[in-house]
C-alpha cells in the first residue's frame, strides 16, 4: 500500500500561506495519479486538487482555484500542496491519497488552522 506521510501544516492568519508537503515510499510514486483531500471540522471528507503521474495536468474544486497550486517532485517522491490567500474555510485535516478517480491509499492527515 505504501506510506504517505503530510507535513507543512499548522496555524496561519486568514490571507496567509502554508505549503503542504507529502513524502511518498513503498510505491512508485511516478506511476500514480495524486490528490489532496481534506475534512473540515464537522463536515465529510472533500477533495480538492488532483495531479496527473507528469505533473503537467492538474485539477482544482472551485473553492480552491487560484489559491492553491499542487504539484509533485518525482525525483524526490514528493507532493506538495501551495496555499494562499487563506480562509477560515479552510481549516480542515489534510490529507495526501493516491488516485484521483479512486483513492487508494491515504496519509495520516495534516491539520491546518485558519483563524486570528
Known amino acids: 500500500e505504501g506510506q504517505l506521510v503530510e507535513s507543512g501544516g499548522g496555524m496561519v492568519e486568514p490571507g496567509g500561506s502554508l505549503r503542504l508537503s507529502c513524502a511518498v515510499s513503498?510505491?512508485?510514486?511516478?506511476?500514480?495519479?495524486m490528490s489532496w483531500v481534506r475534512q473540515g471540522p464537522g463536515k465529510g471528507p472533500e477533495w480538492i486538487s488532483g495531479?496527473?503521474?507528469?505533473?503537467?495536468?492538474?485539477y482544482y474544486t472551485d473553492s480552491v482555484k487560484g489559491r492553491f497550486t499542487i504539484s509533485r517532485d518525482n525525483a524526490k517522491d514528493t507532493l506538495f500542496l501551495d496555499m494562499t490567500s487563506l480562509k477560515s474555510e479552510d481549516t480542515a485535516l489534510y490529507y495526501c491519497?493516491?488516485?484521483?478517480?479512486?483513492?487508494?491509499?491515504w496519509g495520516q492527515g495534516i491539520q491546518v488552522t485558519v483563524s486570528t
Open positions: 513503498g510505491f512508485t510514486f511516478s506511476s500514480y495519479d
Open positions: 495531479i496527473k503521474t507528469g505533473g503537467d495536468i492538474t
Open positions: 491519497a493516491r488516485g484521483i478517480h479512486t483513492i487508494t491509499s
